[in-house]
């Protein structure tokens, strides 16, 4: 079946092209989740490593989807929970998946295969109607996940994706078609359904995300762009600096600074998290001691607002697209507009020839 007409029937409120709300940590909440649901998108909420304000967070998910014209299919909420499994509570998770049963739950970064397997086949066995999404950077990664978990969509990330991902990667333009072509010739040769392909990894306006459909994507995933909504749980210094930002493959890095500086530590080596430059950084790269670093990022917090900006030290995470967020807009104005410009984007193609030379 097209991934497109599979996702119709696993999200019955979406709208395709899929536009799906990453579960930024802590940034994207039921507001969010719920406003890109709204809009015909599949919003997620971001529990990251810690599980304690999962219950109230879906409480008042649930609260808001009840006040909306979405509806609950089959008792399943129609929005979505990612979990970064290395910190996250097993049995917390699953408690509460059984009870909420989230149309999907996106796994992100797990101590082991095996481990997440368990995740996967305890979410299986709360709630059948909940979707496992899996994300991955590479096409090692892919044909792992895909082998051991069997999960019904993998999020391939591209190195240009903001927070955390692989520390050593490949944009979405090579990831996506190979990881496409392995999945899609192993499922074949195992006699499996292969897993749906969602983009994430730059993609900020409606020509990235006709683009990612294009390399052979069911949906897409924006993070950074959503940072610039009013349903971000983000300060205003934050907001600030991700429209202030351009120029991205130069104002930002992947890098462990930030975590370390923060204290988010307990991510494998294979992980780092894409950010925008700072002085934290430059101070870091130039050698500055750890202690010292973090000493002046503790005294920038009491700055407020104040405390985000190249001269300042607060962290930015966002992703490599940054400089094409321009503006505030409400995440639903902002799932229409991707959903239906790439849609005419594709369609301005196929009204001009082009000639393709191999
Ligand atoms: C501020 C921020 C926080 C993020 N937090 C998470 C997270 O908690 N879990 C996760 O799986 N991915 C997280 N991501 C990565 C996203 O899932 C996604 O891969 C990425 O945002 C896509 O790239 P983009 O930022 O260019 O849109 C985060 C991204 C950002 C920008």
Request: glycine fraction near 12%; include cysteine.
């Amino acid at each position: 079946m097209e991934g497109a007409q599979r996702l119709r029937e696993d999200y019955p409120w979406i709208q395709t092209p899929l536009v799906v709300g990453a579960p930024m940590r802590l940034i994207a909440l039921a507001d969010m989740a719920v406003e890109i649901s709204k809009a015909g998108g599949l919003g997620f909420i971001g529990v990251g490593t810690d599980t304690s304000n999962l219950s109230s967070d879906l409480q008042a998910a649930a609260k808001l989807i009840e006040k909306s014209s979405l509806t609950m299919n089959h008792d399943v909420m129609p929005i979505g929970i990612g979990f970064i499994n290395w910190g996250a509570d097993l049995d917390t998770a699953i408690s509460l998946i059984a009870q909420y049963r989230p149309a999907a739950v996106w796994f992100f970064a797990p101590t082991s295969i095996s481990s997440l397997c368990e995740w996967t086949a305890q979410t299986r066995k709360a709630s059948s109607r909940t979707k496992i999404w899996v994300q991955i950077g590479s096409m090692k990664e892919a044909a792992e996940v895909m082998h051991a978990a069997r999960p019904d969509a993998l999020v391939v990330q591209g190195t240009d994706a903001g927070g955390h991902g692989l520390v050593q990667g490949a944009s979405l333009i090579t990831l996506l078609p190979e990881v496409s072509d392995n999945v899609y010739a192993m499922c074949k040769e195992e006699g499996i359904s292969p897993a749906i392909l969602i983009a994430a990894g730059g993609v900020v306006d409606a020509r990235g995300a006709a683009a990612a459909l294009a390399l052979g994507a069911s949906g897409v995933v924006l993070g950074t762009r959503f940072l610039a909504s009013p349903e971000a749980n983000i300060s205003k210094g934050y907001r600030d600096e991700i429209l202030r930002a351009s120029d991205g493959g130069q104002s930002t890095a992947r890098s462990k600074v930030y975590d370390n500086l923060r204290g988010t530590t307990g991510w494998s080596e294979t992980h780092n998290a894409r950010g925008v430059i700072n002085k934290s950084y430059v101070d870091a790269m130039s050698g500055m001691d750890e202690e010292e670093n973090k000493k002046l990022y503790e005294e920038e917090m009491k700055k407020g607002d104040a405390g985000w900006g190249f001269e300042a030290r607060m962290t930015t995470y966002a992703g490599s697209g940054v400089g094409l967020v321009r503006e505030v807009k409400p995440a639903g104005d902002i799932v229409r507009e991707v959903r239906d410009g790439s849609t005419a984007v594709l369609e301005g193609l196929r009204g001009s020839p082009i000639e393709v030379k191999l």
